[in-house]
């Protein structure tokens, strides 16, 4: 196992907060019983008052304008300044885009919406409900909508991660040379870094 992988915390981690927020219900539930005359209710509005906080910590940042659901994609990168990676070495690497075969909706949808297809990568996403980070490829369409693709390989993505932790941090997001190649079902995502 590779010791560069990056999770989430667990208090971001949806998962957990579903448990959380079933577990303390469930719990709330059991302990407001006329036999604990005093301590039942009391514990009950603890237990409900967690419960409720678990259950905003997963709602609030889908509200958000600018929130990240569990996945952290982008939906939109109006007004996100978008630069060229800095890449990785000195001659550039073509590589297919991991997981695309999983995708091909949204790569259909961000052809179909676009003269011409633009790759954005994301840092720290995940898969839904996953805990490890990892760094995304969303095609952008020419309305500057984002559409999730896959994920960068394993194998390059804590080199990707360090390069783009500059470019996160200041804002911006970095693009990539992108090729989708084939025209039916089928279509993977090739990326040059």
Do not use: C, Y
């Amino acid at each position: 196992m590779d010791a560069r992988r990056r999770f989430k915390p667990l208090w971001r981690w949806e998962a957990l907060l579903f448990v959380v927020v079933l577990v303390a219900a469930m719990a709330a539930s059991l302990v407001a019983r006329p036999s604990l005359p005093v301590v039942g209710p009391i514990a009950s509005v603890l237990l409900l008052a967690i419960a409720v906080a678990a259950a905003l910590a997963l709602i609030v940042p889908l509200l958000r304008k600018k929130g990240h659901d569990s996945e952290n994609s982008r939906h939109d990168l109006s007004g996100v300044d978008l630069v060229p990676f800095p890449g990785l070495g000195e001659v550039p690497v073509t590589t297919r885009v991991a997981e695309s075969e999983r995708r091909q909706t949204a790569i259909e949808a961000a052809v179909a919406k676009s003269r011409t297809v633009r790759a954005v990568l994301t840092p720290d996403a995940s898969r839904w409900l996953g805990r490890e980070l990892r760094v995304a490829v969303d095609l952008v369409d020419d309305a500057g909508a984002a559409h999730r693709v896959g994920f960068v390989p394993r194998e390059v993505d804590a080199r990707v991660d360090e390069a783009l932790r500059g470019v996160a941090a200041s804002g911006r997001a970095a693009t990539v040379p992108v090729t989708v190649v084939g025209t039916d079902r089928s279509r993977r995502v090739e990326i040059v870094l």
